[in-house]
């Protein structure tokens, strides 16, 4: 006589911090900060041909206390570090911060007074992304290894 299972498949058991660590992971909801010419690359990587939608990126916020995923794409100079700080500081909690693009991950060919050499001197970064520009494929592939990141960290409820 087989013991039969009396729910059926109706019920998935799991931890907590396991199911909203997956929420989490399918929901991100990006701010772009786009200051220079990576931000083509970064349309492309949105539009339908690569599609963010399918890793749960799709919806951009254009304001900081909606997002949850900071997307610094581009040349930051001195002047404009301040504001980009106060973005981040802006931004609801978790929050995660890509670094996109050369300029935006060690200043590019910007050697000077100007461009801040790397914005994880004013912000901390989870995921960069290196190239001149950067292709749309090393954008998902950054996204995949950041929603590892999600899913694997221990969830703050």
């Not at 997956?22 to 041909?49: D, H, I, L, Q």
């Not at 304001?63 to 610094?72: E, I, Y």
């Not at 991950?105 to 801040?116: E, F, K, L, Q, R």
Request: aromatic share 10%.
């Amino acid at each position: 006589m087989a013991v039969e299972n009396p729910l059926g498949d109706a019920v998935i058991t799991t931890k907590l911090d396991a199911f909203i660590g997956w929420a989490r992971k399918w929901s991100m909801f990006p701010y772009p900060f786009v200051t220079a010419c990576c931000g083509m690359e970064y349309m492309s990587a949105s539009a339908a041909r690569y599609d963010l939608d399918r890793f749960g990126a799709a919806w951009p916020r254009f304001t900081p206390r909606q997002a949850d995923l900071l997307l610094v794409v581009g040349t930051i100079n001195h002047k404009l570090s301040p504001v980009l700080k106060r973005v981040y500081d802006q931004m609801c909690d978790p929050r995660y911060v890509v670094a996109f693009g050369a300029c935006t991950v060690s200043g590019g060919p910007y050697d000077n007074y100007a461009v801040v050499q790397g914005i994880d001197n004013i912000i901390p970064v989870d995921m960069y992304i290196p190239g001149c520009p950067p292709r749309p494929e090393t954008v998902l592939d950054a996204v995949i290894k950041l929603q590892a990141k999600i899913q694997n960290s221990p969830q703050e409820m």
